[in-house]
C-alpha cells in the first residue's frame, strides 16, 4: 500500500474519530502495510522488518495492527519478518502471537497466549 493511500485512510479514520493522532502516527512508521485477501476477505497485513526479531518488535507490530484495524475496519495481520528470532524467554513467548517470516519460512499466528 503507498504512503499516501494510507495516510488518507488514516486521516479519514482520524477526522470520524475512530483513531488518535499518534495512533495515525504509529501507523504511518510501520515498516509495510499490504492490502490484500485471506479466506476470501480483505484484510491488511502490517509487519515491522527486524534482522533479528526481539519482544519489542512483536509489540510494535502488534500495537499498530490494532490501530490500523481500528482505521480500516477490517482485520489486519501483525507480522515480524526477519532472519532470526531472539533467543530469549520473552521474544520467544509473544512472537507467537503474530505472523512470524522468519528465513524464508512462515508461522502463522496462535490466538493462545494472545494479549
Do not use: C, F, N
Not at 509473544?94 to 519460512?105: E, S, Y
Request: proline share 4%.
Amino acid at each position: 500500500m503507498d504512503h499516501q493511500q494510507l495516510g488518507l485512510l488514516l486521516d479519514d479514520a482520524l477526522d470520524q474519530g475512530r483513531i488518535t493522532p499518534d495512533e495515525r502516527a504509529q501507523v504511518l512508521e510501520a515498516d509495510v502495510v499490504v492490502a490484500g485477501l485471506a479466506d476470501g476477505r480483505e484484510v491488511y497485513l502490517l509487519a515491522e522488518v527486524s534482522s533479528t526479531v526481539t519482544a519489542h518488535d512483536v509489540r510494535r507490530a502488534r500495537a499498530r495492527a490494532a490501530a490500523l484495524e481500528k482505521a480500516a475496519g477490517r482485520p489486519v495481520l501483525p507480522a515480524v519478518p526477519g532472519e532470526q528470532l531472539s533467543d530469549d524467554l520473552e521474544t520467544q513467548e509473544v512472537a507467537r502471537t503474530v505472523w512470524r517470516i522468519l528465513d524464508g519460512r512462515v508461522w502463522p499466528a496462535s490466538l493462545a497466549g494472545s494479549s
